[in-house]
Antibody
Framework: QVQLQESGPGLVKPSETLSLTCTVSGGSISSYYWHWIRQPPGKGLEWIGSFFHSGGTNFSPSLKSQVTMSIDTSKNEIYLKLSLVTAADTAVYYC????????????????WGQGILVTVSS | IVLTQTPLSLPVTPGEPASISCRSSQSLLNGDDGNTYLDWYLQKPGQSPQLLIYTLSSRASGVPDRFSGSGSGTNFTLKISRVEAEDVGVYYCMQRIEFPTFGPGTKVEIK
């Protein structure tokens, strides 16, 4: 059974960089796209972007300038960095797996982590 | 692509049917393969979202057959034939014909 677990600091200061790790167990990360989605407290879901191990990345246009994603296949980990954060970036951050490597199938999110709350505050 | 959902809140009675509507600002039909890239997710209280329905009408693994998806073009519906207490939560539609966007969510709760 595939399991995803987000980790990282729960508090980040404004203007700093938010850094999160998604650790995947129960399967290889090499054959799938990996996504980050966030959810501000009490609000809806926002897709941040996706990453494929061979380097294919796609980012939300509204976040593109802030986002970096990377992957370490030896550790089965996916990374998210969000720079110059503000209070508006306070949210629960989820990582999720794209169900297949096809263009559209890669965006069907079949496994999700439990999420991690990141608060941006001084 | 902007998705709207109605209603935003839906009180339901166990054993009764329920229906949620999702509308898209543009067609989600891919002319090349004939698929409509609209999915439904359920976020149960305190949990992460889980995939219910994908590509308009296909049920995800383990999803009961009381859940069904339908629609075409820009108008879509999620139906629950007989609501059970475990179905409470927030239901989101999501399009993936372009970079994914989600609807605002419909909160389903027991009357």
């Amino acid at each position: 059974q595939v399991q995803l677990q987000e980790s990282g600091p729960g508090l980040v200061k404004p203007s700093e960089t938010l850094s999160l790790t998604c650790t995947v167990s129960g399967g290889s990360i090499s054959s799938y796209y990996w996504h980050w989605i966030r959810q501000p407290p009490g609000k809806g879901l926002e897709w941040i972007g996706s990453f494929f191990h061979s380097g294919g990345t796609n980012f939300s246009p509204s976040l593109k300038s802030q986002v970096t994603m990377s992957i370490d296949t030896s550790k089965n980990e996916i990374y998210l960095k969000l720079s110059l954060v503000t209070a508006a970036d306070t949210a629960v951050y989820y990582c999720a797996r794209g169900a297949s490597s096809s263009w559209f199938g890669s965006r069907r999110l079949d496994y999700w982590g439990q999420g991690i709350l990141v608060t941006v505050s001084s | 692509i902007v998705l709207t959902q109605t209603p935003l809140s839906l009180p339901v009675t166990p054993g009764e049917p329920a229906s949620i509507s999702c509308r898209s600002s543009q067609s989600l039909l891919n002319g090349d393969d004939g698929n409509t890239y609209l999915d439904w997710y359920l976020q149960k209280p305190g949990q992460s979202p889980q995939l219910l329905i994908y590509t308009l009408s296909s049920r995800a693994s383990g999803v009961p057959d009381r859940f069904s998806g339908s629609g075409s073009g820009t108008n879509f519906t999620l139906k629950i034939s007989r609501v059970e207490a475990e179905d409470v939560g927030v239901y989101y539609c999501m399009q993936r014909i372009e970079f994914p966007t989600f609807g605002p969510g419909t909160k389903v709760e027991i009357k």
